[in-house]
């Protein structure tokens, strides 16, 4: 069964504290994303990888950390530097960042809330 | 840098109305997908325009793009229920990499 999974949908997490939400798709895709979807608003792109071993920061970088270590794994970390991380944040991958094979196939989010 | 700016923000439609969301890029685009997510949902691909004027129709859905490759449209043929959502667009800047989502359109409809 493929696809590309978010855990846990639901996170809580103190104020101050790191939290590292989970990206995995097994769809052999090159190229994975990390968007940040706030109520009523749509998607702001956060870092994005083209191929492993390799990431870009996108437009709202700041307070936030990714890895791509593994083709099908591309975990985000949330720092205490993130001043406002409570969103939906949402995971995607494409077989190819540019060109004719670029359409993204998203996970099902994770909800973070911060108390 | 790139924008894509989505109009309208919201369209309240009663059952049975045509819906159009407009797309506009401030740069040209290699290619425009668009994208529905339910509520409490996440985004799923629609579709991929390539070719400029290009035009393509999914059942009561139709997709066109701009001769200049700056704007794009979706339009929908009287409206279900279950075309509530929301419909990004998104552009791809010519040799880029990097996907540009608008603020998206959220569609309700009343039966």
């Known amino acids: 069964d493929g696809g590309i999974t978010q855990s846990p949908k639901y996170l809580f997490r103190k104020e101050g504290q790191n939290v590292t939400l989970s990206c995995e798709q097994n769809?052999?895709?090159?190229?994975m994303y990390w968007y940040r979807q706030d109520p009523g608003q749509g998607l702001r792109l956060i870092y994005y990888s083209q191929i492993v071993n390799d990431f870009q920061k996108g437009d709202i970088a700041e307070g936030y950390s990714v890895s791509r270590e593994k083709k099908e794994s591309f975990p985000l970390t949330v720092t205490s530097a993130q001043k406002n991380p409570t969103a939906f944040y949402l995971c995607a991958s494409s077989i190819r960042a540019g060109g004719s094979y670029n359409e993204q196939f998203f996970g099902p989010g994770t909800r973070l809330t911060v108390l | 840098g790139q924008q894509v700016m989505q109009i309208p923000q919201y369209q309240h439609v009663q059952e049975g109305e045509d819906f159009t969301t407009y797309c506009n890029s401030s740069?040209?685009?290699?290619?425009i997908q668009w994208y529905k997510q339910r509520p409490g949902g996440h985004p799923v691909f629609l579709i991929q325009l390539v070719k400029s004027g290009e035009v393509k129709k999914q059942k009561r859905l139709t997709f066109q793009f701009g001769e200049a490759k700056k704007n794009s449209s979706l339009h929908i043929t009287a409206t279900q229920t279950t075309d509530v959502g929301t419909y990004f667009c998104?552009?791809?800047?010519?040799?880029?990499?990097?996907?540009?989502f608008g603020a998206g359109t959220r569609l309700f409809v009343k039966a």
């Open positions: 998104a552009g791809l800047n010519t040799g880029g990499f990097k996907t540009i």
């Open positions: 769809l052999n895709h090159d190229a």
């Open positions: 740069t040209t685009l290699s290619n």
